[in-house]
């Protein structure tokens, strides 16, 4: 907690006792509250997003020196820049005078920070340099090296292969503890690369959905959904392809879409993977990407680079969308970041990131932007089925026939070792997992 | 845009801009009745329907869109269209266009092949009524029966904002 909010933090009564908290969450099931109380999503914000590692950006978005991306960490603005140094700072977007937003473009380069309203600029560290007219401060007690005149900095800022995190809280593990096991799938996009180096292309892509975040991050691992959800493009795709003239060349969209409509069996049979702190995966040596066709130059770049034996190690691993609760989602086979920011209860931003393997032919990049419009676009014929779904569920649940939502698919089949619980593809382990998570972040341990 | 601005200065007087509204009403009037079919046959085979999701957008191959379908894709949209196991299908798309400005940027005098801008307005009801406002770019080819889309690009204005679900080509 932040010194500046200690005030009101104590001051305000918590809408719900710890012990309230835990009812929410059983072994099988979550009461329906968690969607849908304001008051919920007010202490979600105080105690899992003011406190777990969140994504902020790509070190690879602020090359140079005063380059910075605007974003969120939970509902707290912020800057992630470039100072002079070459480090990456992450900084309240808040004004230390009157607390304007001072930065409103979503990136850019700048030498210093001025805040629109009344001219205070700040150093790319985010501490104060200096205010206009200054004689008006002589004789107060006003300290310009008091940090709450400053642009101030985030608690705590790490980065792993260019990935930065930040978390609000002062106290707590340190970034690769708290990533565990999902930190094989960074290091396995990146050293896709033939330069073990991967960077951001361009702005992202921006999906506004209607519903809690919980629900768009519990349908990551959600394999029950697929064959069902996606089942008419499956089926669309189906018919065009049947209708190609003999010989004709099977569009290249084809096998991004086609697994999407694959069996339970196929999907029980990748597995999901979950650990501590809600972070899960699905797949591993298969998934719904490890039958794309190879694209020409690549295996030989990445043999020039790393042999032949590490590059078959590399590409031998294929998990579906690793999980970093509760922010972040990434396809490493697909060079793809799925960023999470909750905006209300009901309302939830989604950014879709592309990523370049640096030295590999661009036709990969052109891939993972194919991927990324037929899958993630909001003009997709995937995306839009999901959101409905998620849309249906947030205007549902206020229905007063039932209070329950239930999570027990394949309960009691999970297997444990060394930390990871796995058990079949299309079992809700990865959502009673993350409400295990939930339940430790919001009574903070002490139920 | 100066060359093309020249060519549309120099040999504007020689293309049908009346035939080419006439092509332009009739292509947005099938996107009003919904019917995809007859909308993509307006296409070339190597035709693309592109949606940039930056203003000036020059790559929609290194650069992600929010649309950029080829005919084999734009098929398989006509097929998933209204499709009864889609969830996103079960509301109605109903959509209204109002085209206006029609100008040549660049004619070809010797195929008659050219690029045509345009500014459209579209309003937009799916689950609720959106407005989408913008510029059309089309690159038609002359055909014996009149114009050939190779692509028409789509610049909404509001392109980098928080979109909801587009469940159809604009």
């Not at chain 1, 974003?71 to 230390?96: A, F, H, Q, S, W």
Request: charged share 20%; net charge negative.
């Amino acid at each position: 907690m932040r010194q500046n909010s200690t005030l009101i933090a104590t001051q305000r009564a918590p809408a719900y006792s710890n012990t309230a908290l835990a009812a929410l969450v059983e072994e099988n099931r979550v009461h329906r509250d968690v969607y849908l109380d304001p008051a919920l999503f007010e202490l979600e914000m105080e105690r899992i997003w003011g406190k777990a590692w969140i994504y902020v950006g790509h070190e690879s978005q602020v090359k140079n020196p005063g380059d910075y991306l605007s974003t969120t960490i939970g509902r707290e603005p912020v800057l992630m820049v470039r100072d002079n140094r070459g480090e990456v700072n992450v900084i309240y977007n808040r004004c230390g005078h009157k607390g304007a937003k001072v930065v409103a473009k979503p990136c850019g380069s700048a030498t210093m920070f001025r805040c629109p309203y009344h001219g205070w600029t700040f150093h790319l560290d985010g501490k104060l340099n200096a205010t206009p007219h200054k004689c008006g401060y002589d004789d107060t007690d006003f300290d310009p090296e008091d940090p709450q005149f400053s642009m101030q900095k985030v608690a705590r800022v790490e980065s792993y292969r260019g990935f930065v995190f930040a978390s609000l809280s002062a106290q707590g593990e340190d970034l690769k503890t708290f990533m565990g096991a999902t930190l094989e799938t960074i290091d396995n996009m990146v050293d896709r690369s033939p330069q073990s180096e991967v960077e951001v292309v361009g702005t992202c892509l921006p999906y506004f959905h209607d519903c809690n975040w919980k629900m768009f991050f519990e349908n990551l691992n959600d394999a029950q959904h697929p064959m069902v959800c996606h089942a008419s493009v499956g089926v669309a795709t189906r018919r065009v392809v049947k209708q190609l003239p003999q010989g004709a060349a099977v569009p290249k969209e084809v096998e991004i879409i086609y697994p999407f409509g694959s069996s339970y069996e196929f999907f029980d049979e990748l597995g999901v993977s979950v650990m501590a702190r809600g972070h899960s995966f699905m797949g591993g040596r298969q998934s719904i990407h490890s039958a794309y066709a190879e694209i020409p130059g690549y295996m030989d770049s990445m043999i020039a680079a790393h042999g032949r034996e590490r590059t078959e190690q590399v590409l031998g691993s294929n998990r579906h969308n690793t999980a970093i609760y509760p922010s972040f989602t990434i396809k490493d086979a697909v060079q793809i970041i799925r960023v999470v920011r909750p905006v209300a209860v009901d309302k939830t931003l989604i950014q879709t990131w592309h990523f370049r393997l640096k030295g590999a032919p661009e036709e990969m990049l052109h891939r993972t932007i194919t991927y990324s419009r037929l899958i993630n676009s909001p003009a997709s014929m995937v995306g839009p089925d999901d959101w409905d779904c998620y849309a249906r569920m947030q205007e549902s649940l206020h229905s007063d026939s039932a209070e329950w939502v239930d999570m027990r698919r394949y309960i009691g089949r999970e297997q444990s070792e060394g930390g990871i619980t796995r058990a079949s593809g299309t079992s809700d382990l990865s959502m009673r997992n993350q409400y295990r998570a939930w339940s430790d972040y919001m009574t903070q341990g002490q139920q | 845009m100066t060359a093309t601005t020249a060519v549309n200065s120099a040999a504007g007087n020689t293309a049908d801009i009346a035939a080419i509204e006439r092509f332009l009403y009739r292509e947005t009037d099938l996107l009003d009745s919904n019917d995809l079919d007859s909308w993509m046959a307006l296409f070339t085979e190597d035709g693309t329907y592109w949606m940039p999701v930056a203003p000036d957008q020059q790559d929609p191959h290194g650069h992600i869109s929010i649309l950029f379908e080829n005919r084999a894709v734009m098929a398989v949209r006509a097929a998933n269209f209204g499709h009864r196991l889609a969830a996103s299908m079960e509301y109605p798309v109903r959509c209204s266009h109002l085209i206006g400005n029609v100008r040549l940027l660049a004619l070809d005098a010797s195929s008659g092949d050219c690029t045509v801008r345009s500014n459209f307005q579209a309003v937009l009801y799916y689950r609720e009524q959106r407005l989408f406002a913008g510029t059309y770019t089309h690159k038609l080819q002359r055909v014996a029966d009149g114009y050939r889309i190779e692509q028409k690009r789509v610049d909404i204005i509001n392109c980098d904002a928080n979109h909801k679900s587009i469940l159809t080509y604009i």
